[in-house]
């Protein structure tokens, strides 16, 4: 189903949509500066500014699924290693057969050797005339030089022998010379070109599908979604928030394998549905997604979406609060991911917005579990050794709670940690409406 447009923002000043938290109180009644991250703060305006993420992030607040999907370190999303290409993969029926898609493959690749053979066989007799014409040219390049004795001399040679022979090919393709290229393949096995490029599409397909199915089991694992679930809340970013769109669809006929039907369609507006043409059975549909410009680069946030959704529920609460904190003048401060203020204002509450792979093994989330937590007990003791009081210090988290519930009651125990004179909760994609709550009720 294409989005219907949604109705234009309305911009609203800076100073009523932030209630940015500029100060912190001492005890001694004194006050210090915060600085905050602009960077962040600018993420916020542009959500304000966007009805599709105003809304996505209204339903990330009370919706676990959506969380669950979006919550996820930022490199879960790109199946291209270095490459900041999020990319989301889904089918209209879900793992169907791919054996005609198979069987096309291989006839395809066969085809192609076919062609390369042929075509090899075509330019065999003028080869030996190119390779001539390249050793004549040498010859003349390497005559012209004086003779040479040093071996820095002969270390100059190479390098001219080098820049000449370097200087032939980009003058083989010039204008004039990819043009007597061109003639040349297209005069011996012009016939070829077009059945060689159609194999390699056909072999693209299969390649295609495997790909997609591959980083659909990545995508499933790193959220700890069902497919059933997954794919509801794919749909839901796609339609009901018009923030994916199909970047390609691959289409096949999963009943006919003596004669494949198969097809790429290219940014269509919806996954084509399509009947075969030769069985009139439905045909599978497996579509390629990006995200829009404004999801795409939220998501590639420092803290992904969750460090957003967690800033946009402080800024929702109604709080003075701040994002990406230092507090000015003390020398040992690190950065908090955010501080608000508590219903004392002589208090604050420190959050920490904390996102793994969740693919790792069980035990690496418990260690990082435990690293979130000494890192917000640091934040404690730094704020409580220049005399700010901290009365709650949160941790937000995008491993469920299955892992990390019982591991935090553990670590929550010893002695480090229930010695400190504040409230330290763990939130999870389960749990964040309680998070949500607190702060409003606070």
């Known amino acids: 189903m294409a989005c219907r447009p949604h109705p234009r923002a309305v911009k609203i000043d800076d100073h009523d949509l932030m209630n940015i938290l500029e100060t912190v109180t001492l005890r001694d009644g004194s006050k210090r ?45 790109m199946p291209f290693k270095g490459v900041v290409l ?31 053979y042929d075509a090899l066989n075509r330019f065999l007799p003028i080869l030996p005339d190119i390779l001539a014409g390249f050793e004549e040219q040498f010859q003349e390049t390497t005559a012209k030089l004086p003779s040479l004795e040093t071996e820095r001399e002969e270390e100059i040679r190479t390098e001219i022998v ?54 659909l089991e990545n995508l499933l694992v790193s959220s700890r979604q069902s497919y059933e679930e997954y794919h509801r809340t794919l749909k839901q970013l796609a339609d009901r928030f018009c923030l994916l769109s199909p970047a390609t669809s691959l289409v096949w006929c999963t009943q006919c394998r003596k004669h494949p039907q ?48 967690v800033h946009w529920s402080l800024r929702e609460s109604g709080r003075s609060w701040a994002p990406g904190v230092y507090v000015e003048g003390l020398a040992d401060d690190t950065e908090k991911d955010a501080v608000f203020q508590m219903e004392d204002e002589n208090e604050i509450g420190i959050v920490e917005s904390k996102v793994h792979h969740l693919d790792s093994p069980g035990r690496t989330l418990e260690s990082q579990i435990r690293e979130d937590l000494n890192q917000l007990s640091n934040h404690w003791r730094t704020y409580d050794k220049a005399d700010i009081h901290v009365s709650s210090a949160y941790l937000v988290t995008n491993i469920p709670q299955c892992v990390g519930a019982s591991v935090v009651d553990n670590i929550l125990s010893l002695k480090e940690f229930s010695e400190i004179p504040c409230d330290i909760e763990v939130f999870y994609p389960e749990t964040f409406e309680d998070f949500r709550d607190i702060i409003s009720e606070e």
Not at 97 to 114: C, I, Q
């Open 262 to 309: 198969s097809y790429f369609a290219v940014a269509s507006q919806d996954p084509p549905v399509s009947t075969c043409p030769v069985c009139k059975s439905e045909m599978a549909v497996g579509t390629f997604y990006y995200p829009k410009s404004p999801l795409a680069k939220l998501l590639d946030a420092r803290d992904g979406l969750l460090g957003t959704t």
């Open 162 to 215: 080098t820049r000449e022979v370097t200087n032939r090919i980009i003058q083989m393709y010039s204008e004039d010379g990819l043009r007597k290229v061109v003639n040349t393949i297209t005069s011996r096995a012009g016939d070829l070109v077009v059945p060689a490029l159609a194999s390699i599409f056909s072999i693209w397909k299969y390649g295609a599908l495997q790909f997609g199915r591959k980083h």
């Open 86 to 116: 999020p990319i989301f993969y889904d089918e209209s029926m879900p793992f169907r057969d791919h054996d005609p898609l198979a069987y096309e493959a291989s006839k395809s690749d066969a085809e192609l050797r076919v062609h390369v």
């Open 33 to 77: 500066k915060l600085k905050c991250d602009s960077d962040q703060l600018n993420s916020l305006k542009t959500i304000q500014s966007v009805p599709e993420l105003t809304q996505l992030f209204d339903a990330v607040a009370t919706e676990e699924d959506i969380r669950k999907f979006l919550w996820r370190h930022r490199h879960d999303y």
